[in-house]
């Protein structure tokens, strides 16, 4: 287990990243339309759990977190039932599939067994997002 005060995530060029995003967006949205409707992705091709989580952006100033399972993104319950936070909902969850895409390794190794234990970790001054 990796502690998290030691987290960095390695230099990618925006060449590569660019390169990870047109992979993964013709391998799960072959139908290359707007808007990515990317809690379909989530849901069906990733098997990922969306998880509401009551004032995560006030526990750590992150609207999304993944977490160390990588099979559960945390967003905060206040922008998952307000319709007009959609757009940037959508864009902090596409930002979280990015982490997994190109750092699952180390956040694989970032374990916390609760959301509580991650924001007592944050209080602490450690931003993970």
Do not use: C
């Not at 989530?42 to 990588?70: C, K, Q, T």
């Not at 970790?121 to 997002?129: C, K």
């Amino acid at each position: 287990m990796l502690d998290p005060r030691e987290f960095k995530a390695p230099f990618i060029t925006i060449e590569n990243i660019r390169k990870a995003v047109d992979q993964f967006r013709s391998q799960y949205w072959p139908q290359d339309t707007i808007p990515v409707d990317i809690f379909v992705i989530l849901e069906f091709e990733l098997g990922i759990e969306i998880r509401s989580v009551l004032n995560l952006r006030e526990a750590g100033d992150v609207d999304a977190l993944l977490l160390g399972d990588l099979k559960t993104i945390a967003v905060d319950q206040n922008d998952f039932l307000n319709e007009r936070a959609q757009n940037r909902l959508r864009f902090s969850v596409a930002h979280e599939i990015g982490h997994l895409i190109l750092h699952s390794d180390i956040f694989s190794k970032i374990q916390y067994s609760s959301i509580p234990e991650w924001k007592m970790t944050n209080r602490e001054g450690i931003w993970l997002y």
